[in-house]
C-alpha cells in the first residue's frame, strides 16, 4: 500500500466523522483547535494502549495471537469484554476526563459525545497504523471507514453521561463508571460477534442499535438546549 493512500485511508474517515459530528452539533458548535485537540489526544491514548497491551497480555498469559482461543466460547467472550473492550474504554477515556472535560466550552449536554467522539476517532486512527497495511481489498476499506464510527459510538455512552454530569455539576464518578462500563460491555460483544462468521451480522445490528440510540439522544439534548 503506498504511503498517499494508507495517510488517506486514515486520515479521511476520521475527517468525515467528525464532519458528521459537527452536522449534529447545531446549537453552538464547538471550535475546531478544540476538535482537533481531542482528536491528537484520542490518537496519543491509542499509542498508550498498544503499549499497556505489550504489559498486559504477558501478566495475564495471552498472546496477540488469538487462535488458540477464538471461538464461540466463555473464554473468548471474557477476553473480548475485559481484555479489549474495558481496556480500550478506559484509555480512550482518561483523556476526555483529565483534560477534555476541563475546557470553557464544555457547556451543553450534548458536548460530552462529541468531543468524545473527536477523542475516539483519534485512537482507531492510531489502530489503523497498524492494521490497515494488513488488509486488502473490501477489508482494507471496510476497516478504515467503519473502525473510526465503531469506536465513536462505544464512547459516545461515556461520553453522553459524563458530559451531562459535568455541566449539571453532578459528580462524575457514578457517570463514569456507568458510560464506561456500558461501553466495555458493548464493545466487546462488537468484537465476539464480529470475530464469528456465524455472528458477524449481529455485530452490524448491535452499531445499528447504538448508532440509534445516539441520533435520539443528541436530537433530545438538542431540542432541550
Not at 495475564?60 to 469484554?81: K, M, V
Not at 475516539?120 to 478504515?144: C, D, H, I, Q
Request: contains cysteine; aromatic residues 16%; hydrophobic residues 55%.
Amino acid at each position: 500500500m503506498s504511503i498517499p493512500l494508507a495517510l488517506a485511508l486514515i486520515f479521511g474517515p476520521a475527517a468525515f466523522w467528525i464532519g458528521y459530528a459537527y452536522a449534529h452539533d447545531r446549537s453552538r458548535p464547538e471550535p475546531v483547535v478544540l476538535a482537533a485537540f481531542s482528536y491528537f489526544l484520542g490518537f496519543l491514548s491509542g499509542w498508550l494502549c498498544l503499549h499497556a497491551y505489550d504489559l498486559l497480555l504477558p501478566a495475564l498469559n495471552l498472546s496477540a495471537d488469538l487462535e488458540r482461543i477464538q471461538g464461540l466460547n466463555l473464554r473468548f467472550f471474557l477476553y473480548t469484554l475485559l481484555v479489549v473492550g474495558l481496556t480500550e474504554e478506559v484509555f480512550k477515556f482518561l483523556p476526555f476526563l483529565c483534560a477534555i472535560t476541563r475546557f470553557s466550552d464544555f457547556n451543553e449536554e450534548t458536548d460530552g459525545i462529541f468531543y468524545a467522539t473527536a477523542c475516539a476517532v483519534g485512537f482507531a486512527s492510531y489502530e489503523n497504523l497498524f492494521y490497515l497495511p494488513l488488509l486488502s481489498g473490501f477489508a482494507l476499506f471496510g476497516r478504515a471507514v467503519a473502525s473510526p464510527l465503531s469506536h465513536a459510538l462505544f464512547a459516545s455512552f461515556w461520553g453522553h453521561w459524563v458530559g451531562v454530569a459535568r455541566v449539571r455539576r453532578q459528580r462524575l464518578w457514578p457517570a463514569a463508571l456507568k458510560g464506561v462500563g456500558l461501553a466495555a460491555l458493548v464493545h466487546g460483544a462488537f468484537d465476539f460477534l464480529n470475530l464469528s462468521h456465524a455472528l458477524r451480522i449481529l455485530s452490524a445490528l448491535l452499531v445499528l442499535a447504538v448508532w440509534i440510540w445516539r441520533i435520539r439522544t443528541v436530537e433530545r439534548l438538542e431540542r432541550k438546549a
